[in-house]
């Protein structure tokens, strides 16, 4: 039994919890029974998921594997991440989804869910085994050819119509791939002085305009990873109007950084979909708050060294993002005025938990419910450092950025995976 005293839960008045059986039993004042944790005014959220995590296994273990990834999971506050399919081999049958499932559970520091593959080997040209990875242990029920756009509009139709089936969502990477061929960062005045070639927003805009109407055609759902524009915000803004079943996320990093830190010619800040102009920046945070964007996802793409550190033109697409998301969060969402704790809670953990079906996420700080939480300071200062990442890589944007806000605490059913701020170092727990 465990008592998480002096806690805010959603940022309200302070209350203790206490934790049981591997969910809330009770909520109140005075008590101090068991093991007791004091929480010091800190913010209580419900556990955070995450729609968008790469933990390259199998195939990449030397840049992350499940349990490095899942450790830097709970070290951001995360109780729930779903592992992307470009893996080595790729996601695309039930065997992958399995194994990667079942490395979560044999981990034990977040529930992950595998992402199936839209396509096979994410090559765009026939559909992979949905229904099979549907059916599996894994339970798929998020799809995606992340890092690959599905670019042939009969096979997103008929990709759409086949998840249908069994609720599933296709998450859309939407990079029209033809308009962004060899494109290195943000197509504007500054790509054209730096010399590095334009990734323009109609690529973006583009397939979200495509794939909204498709959506609407069959009646399925769709999910926009990573977006990025302004223009996608109004073309998500105009589809939700019709009551297009679309959700859409923004990763902290295209709320934070802009694509002025291209001129430092360092790849830790090169990323798909690029960092755009402070104009975009605005238009998604306003979106987030407003709902048109409704969740925050990581797109953590960890890489080895040799992978980042090297000229821009050949380093890889991608930075870490799991351990220091809530914190980006708090500085451009919270302390902006933007968004509440409640509101961060839904963004982070009800509605996502809610795209990717994830049962026992996302709930509500109530008795009875099951004990996957988060216990977050506000206020903490400090400086990121690349040796502050739990993860197996160390490609983070932020270090020697000073950023307010750290995890103290996580549960995972009841069990703590992260206390006093530190991972909680275990045996397999199931």
């Known amino acids: ?37 004091d929480g010091a005014g800190a913010v209580l959220l419900p556990g955070l998921v995450d729609l968008h995590t790469h933990l390259r296994e199998p195939g990449r273990e030397d840049a992350e594997t499940v349990a490095t990834g899942t450790r830097a999971a709970a070290a951001g506050g995360f109780t729930a991440v779903h592992a992307m399919a470009n893996t080595d081999p790729v996601a695309d049958t039930a ?25 096979v080997g994410l090559a765009g040209q026939r559909l992979a085994e949905l229904g099979a990875m549907a059916d599996s242990a894994a339970g798929v029920r998020v799809f995606s050819d992340d890092g690959h756009c599905v670019s042939d509009a009969l096979l997103m139709r008929r990709a759409l119509e086949y998840v249908k089936a069994f609720d599933g969502v296709i998450a859309q990477h939407a990079q029209e791939p033809r308009l962004t061929e060899g494109a290195q960062m943000h197509e504007g005045p500054l790509s054209g002085e730096l010399g590095l070639r334009g990734w323009p927003a109609v690529a973006e805009e583009a397939i979200i305009a495509r794939d909204v109407l498709l959506a609407e055609h069959v009646g399925s759902r769709l999910h926009i990873c990573h977006v990025s524009t302004s223009g996608s915000v109004e073309i998500l803004r105009w589809a939700k109007s019709r009551g297009i079943t679309v959700t859409a996320e923004v990763t902290p990093h295209h709320l934070l950084l802009t694509d002025d830190l291209a001129t430092t010619y360092d790849p830790i800040y090169k990323v798909n979909p690029p960092l755009r102009s ?35 033109a050949a380093a890889s697409f991608g930075m870490l993002g799991l351990q220091t998301a809530l914190p980006v969060v708090n500085e451009t969402m919270v302390r902006t005025g933007l968004l509440d704790w409640a509101e961060v809670a839904d963004r982070m953990s009800s509605v996502p938990a809610r795209i990717g079906r994830v049962a026992g996420h996302g709930r509500p700080i109530e008795v009875g419910e099951p004990a996957n939480l988060t216990v977050f300071d506000p206020d903490a200062e400090w400086v990121v450092s690349a040796s502050d990442m739990v993860s197996r890589s160390r490609n983070t944007p932020y270090a020697g950025m000073v950023l307010h806000g750290k995890v103290l605490g996580t549960w995972l059913r009841g069990r703590p995976t992260v206390r006093d701020g530190s991972v909680v170092e275990h045996e397999a727990a199931r």
């Open 278 to 312: 402070r104009t975009d920046v605005e238009a998604v945070r306003q979106a987030l708050a407003e709902g048109i964007i409704d969740i925050v996802a990581t797109d953590h793409a960890p890489h080895a060294m040799e992978d980042k550190e090297c000229e821009w």
């Open 1 to 37: 039994m465990t008592v998480l005293r002096n806690v805010r839960p959603l940022g309200g008045d302070a209350v203790d919890v206490r934790i049981a059986d591997g969910v809330i039993a009770e909520i109140g004042g005075g008590l101090d029974d068991g093991d007791v944790v």
């Open 95 to 119: 065997g992958v989804v399995e194994q990667v499932w079942r490395l979560g559970m044999q981990a034990g520091y977040a529930d992950v869910r595998a992402v199936g593959a839209v396509t």
